[in-house]
């Protein structure tokens, strides 16, 4: 028989900690960059040798983004039968298989190409259309980048970033990208070493750079979130992040409506009831503000 066959979620998670791999690359650049403003970095003129100077990580980054889209798709065949993942005829299959048990590592697996055309053959619910070329044109960028120096691939951090948002957005449509990263990083060496205490103003910092970055378009289809709409500082996440200058508006109007006593937070996902009275400051002209926190969502500034 065939041993130690891997479960559909040992799959999953495979792609999950793959997918988080990327973005912790690629959120680790955009926050160095960031952070070198603070030590007086002139950034807009650097940042061209910054970006030329990451090259080789971005696209390496996306290369495991695509091997981690691979696993979650595994994972998925693997949990109708993890055999349709075994490739070839039962010729190519380890010898002497039938005689001792086989480890289920030691047989060939699909080739990546495979994946989709099995995958909608099994599974109950077919890939779209827009996911179905994502992950051919993802496919052939990867291979580009493994197996020969092209010159034409130029990676930029926007692609690596949407291409992983855009991805996990079609295979785990209920859970946000932003409550797994944060996972990941409590479950992170770094964590283990001294306190998960860094995680939450890490993943505030993080998804605020992110969102200056993508489009709306993009940010609202991966994160529910309109930019377009007046941001607000999220009191939590500000707190949470030791109110420091950086202020993260990750917070919106919910509903937008001009009476509206209620803002939610993508990042913390957390509603908060605001007032909605002038700010005390005379220079600040907001109006929405946090009794509970004790600030302007606006300004930042204490209101008693
Ligand atoms: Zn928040
Ligand atoms: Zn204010």
Aim: glycine fraction near 4%; include cysteine; proline fraction near 5%.
């Amino acid at each position: 028989m065939i041993t130690d066959i891997p479960t559909a979620d040992e799959f999953m998670q495979t792609g999950l900690s793959l997918l988080d791999f990327a973005w912790d690359t690629v959120a680790t650049l955009l926050t160095d960059l960031d952070d070198s403003e603070f030590f007086g970095v002139d950034v807009p003129e650097v940042s061209d040798a910054f970006w030329q100077a990451s090259k080789q990580r971005l696209t390496t980054s996306l290369a495991v983004a695509q091997q981690g889209v691979e696993f979650a798709l595994k994972g998925r065949i693997a949990a109708v039968s993890p055999f349709l993942l075994v490739a070839g005829s039962p010729k190519g299959w380890p010898s002497g298989c039938q005689k001792r048990d086989t480890n289920f590592a030691d047989f060939h697996t699909i080739d990546s190409q495979d994946l989709i055309k099995v995958h909608d053959t099994v599974a109950t619910t077919r890939l779209s259309d827009i996911f179905i070329s994502k992950f051919e044109n993802l496919r052939r960028i990867r291979n580009a980048i493994m197996h020969t120096v092209d010159k034409r691939v130029n990676i930029h951090v926007i692609d690596v970033v949407s291409a992983i948002l855009s991805m996990y957005k079609q295979l785990f449509p209920t859970i946000s990208w932003v409550q797994v990263r944060r996972e990941f990083l409590e479950r992170s060496p770094l964590s283990e070493l001294y306190s998960s205490d860094f995680v939450e103003p890490r993943v505030i910092w993080e998804f605020s750079l992110i969102v200056e970055l993508l489009s709306p378009e993009h940010v609202k289809e991966f994160f529910g979130f309109n930019k377009r709409q007046r941001r607000y500082i999220c009191p939590n996440c500000n707190h949470q992040s030791g109110d420091n200058e950086r202020k993260p508006k990750t917070a919106i109007l919910k509903p937008n409506t001009l009476g509206s006593t209620t803002i939610h937070c993508f990042v913390c996902d957390t509603e908060i009831k605001v007032e909605r009275a002038d700010c005390p400051d005379p220079d600040c002209r907001g109006n929405v503000l946090s009794v509970e926190y004790g600030v302007c969502t606006t300004c930042g500034g204490k209101i008693d």
